[in-house]
Structures are given as C-alpha cells and as structure tokens.
C-alpha cells in the first residue's frame, strides 16, 4: 500500500499492544489477557484520541493474529443507536462460531453512550446470552451515560489524557522518521493544543510539516488556529488592569484576524486562569462568567457580543479589585 500521502494518525496507529503510548498499566493487564487466552467483557472510558480504539484492534491483532479481521468486528453506535442494531447486526455476529479454532470472538463498539436506553437493555440481555462465544469491548467518552447492569458486566478501563512524555515520545517517532526538525518548543506547542488527544498532536504536526520540514511553534498555533499562551495571559492582564479598550482590541484581534474560535479562546481562558495565582473570589468569578458566556453561545447567542460582554466582566470582577 502506498502510504506517501496517508493520513499520520492512520500511519502511526500501533498494531500491537506494546507499541501503545501512555497508557502502562492498561496495557500491562490486556497483554495478561493475551498471555491466559481468555478476557471477560470490557469497558474502555475516557477522553477522545487517548487510546481507547487502538487498544481494542490491537488487542484482537494479538487475540487472533492473520485471522484477526474474521474474528473481529467494529461497530460505531453513533451510527446506529436504536434497538435494531442489538437485535440485527450485534446479536448476528454474537451468535455464529468463531473462526479459525478461536474460543470467542470480539465485537467492539465504538461511542457505545450513544446508544439509546432500549438498546442498552437490549445488549446486555445479548452479553450474557453469547458470552460463551462473543467478548464486547465498549467504548465509550463518558461511562454514566452506560447503564448499570452493563458497567457491572464489563472490567473497566479508564484511560487517562496523554502526558508530555507520551506525546512527546510520538513526535520524536515521527521526526526521526519523516525527516523532520522538532524543537522542545515545538513539543511544548503541540502538547499545549493536544491536551491529552494524541489524534490532535498528530494532525497538528502533519500539518505543519506540509509547510516545511523545520517545524516550529509559530506554525503549530497557526495550524490549528490556537492562540498562543503568551496572548492569552497578555489578554487576561488587560482585563485585571481594568483596560478594557485593549482587552477588547485584543481579543477582537484573536477571534477576527487570526479566526479562532470563541469556544476555543474561552478553553484556552479557562486553563490560563485555573494556572494563576488569583484572589480565590476573583478567580471564581472569572470562571463563572466563563461558564455562562460557553452556555450561552451553545445555545445560539451571538459570538461577538458575547465574547466581549464575557471581557467586560473581567475588567468589572478584576479592574475593580487590583486598582
């Protein structure tokens, strides 16, 4: 296959277990899966682009090597979410033998809390009947949306947002092999946009290598439309002096000349503030307004005036208390 033009987070996808980065202790209990032949029901949960699908494929890659696709079947719940899809595709794969002198197969279903109640009711009746000849490996973002009676069925798998180490473990991977020249600034930047999401490292140092093979951190923030941490504690200072034309030139700046995201500028506020050493009242009130000004717009306000009604209120809450 030619790879010269594959998309990197495909490319670099691990196939075996011990290929996976960042999640040791996960990984070190589904390889004693593999050592005893034998693995109970499982629920893998967390943030996206953490590792949760990779180690489903790879664990079956190790479950049933060249025979791994016919013992092997990936669902996305998002796709489907009704009844129909337990009571059709699940329980028809479920129920027919395993190939090759398996003892089970594996179906994995990918975003399983988007499964309505009635086809979650109906998957764990189809868990426990075709236990004998089917494993399930549900994954999910967040684990309450499951219902109980599965959860007890499953061992449970939380997997924690990527470390620097890890990302940067990844780039270095892809630097060496690519040709690419990566600084620790670079590293810095793209684990600053990641936040744990290693599809998100990825994509942001592909595409910043179409744009010459010297990579630096000027073309990561720009890449992924991201401001820099400097703009924002800059931002952020504005408003604690209680200068709010600069604060609101700035941040028109952010959002019109370099087309980023209000919902993006107001996470990247909110971690710049949750790192400041602030007055706990004041501290409070910034993230309460952020809040708000985050509902609002996911409701279909208006972002402009939004996101400077959200800079008056810092100038009002920290002008007023540093003056």
């Known amino acids: 296959m030619d790879e010269t ?6 490319k670099y996808r691990p196939h075996h277990l011990s290929d ?6 996960i990984i070190e209990r589904l390889t004693s899966y593999v050592a005893k032949h034998e693995m109970p029901h499982l629920l893998f949960t967390g943030n996206a682009g953490t590792g949760k699908t990779t180690a489903a494929v790879a664990l079956a890659r190790e479950f049933f090597g060249d025979d791994w696709q016919m013992n092997f079947r990936e669902l996305n719940a998002s796709d489907e979410r009704g009844i129909d899809v337990v009571r059709n595709q699940i329980k028809q794969f479920a129920r027919t033998s395993p190939f090759g002198g398996s003892t089970f197969k594996i179906l994995f279903l990918d975003e399983a809390d988007a499964l309505t109640s009635d086809a979650q009711s109906a998957l764990r009746r189809t868990m426990e009947t075709y236990a004998q000849t089917c494993r399930f490996i549900l994954s999910c973002n967040y684990s ?17 947002p990527l470390g620097k180490q890890a990302v940067a473990e990844m780039v270095h991977r892809i630097e060496k092999d690519q040709n690419l020249t990566v600084s620790e600034e670079v590293i810095n930047a793209i684990f600053y946009i990641a936040q744990g999401d290693m599809r ?14 010297e990579i630096s951190p000027d073309m990561i923030y720009a890449i992924t439309a991201t401001a820099r941490p400097e703009e924002i504690d800059d931002l952020i200072e504005l ?4 200068n709010f034309p600069g604060a609101g030139g700035t941040l028109a700046s952010l959002l019109h000349d370099r087309g980023i995201a209000p919902q993006e500028l107001i996470g990247q506020l909110y971690r710049a503030i949750m790192k400041r050493d602030l007055p706990e009242n004041i501290k ?3 993230i309460d307004s952020l809040g708000e000004t985050d509902f609002r717009l996911s409701e279909g306000a208006g972002s402009d005036i939004q996101m400077q ?15």
């Open 200 to 213: 998100k490292a990825i994509n942001a140092l592909q595409g910043a290598a179409i744009l010459g093979r």
């Open 5 to 10: 033009h594959a998309i990197w987070i495909e």
């Open 20 to 25: 996976i980065i960042g999640q040791p202790e």
């Open 239 to 242: 408003c604690l002096a209680g």
């Open 144 to 160: 309450a949306k499951i219902i109980d009676p599965i959860q007890s069925r499953c061992a449970i798998y939380r997997f924690r």
């Open 309 to 323: 009604s959200l800079i008056a209120k810092f100038v009002m809450y920290g002008g007023k208390n540093t003056r």
């Open 284 to 286: 409070v009130r910034l």
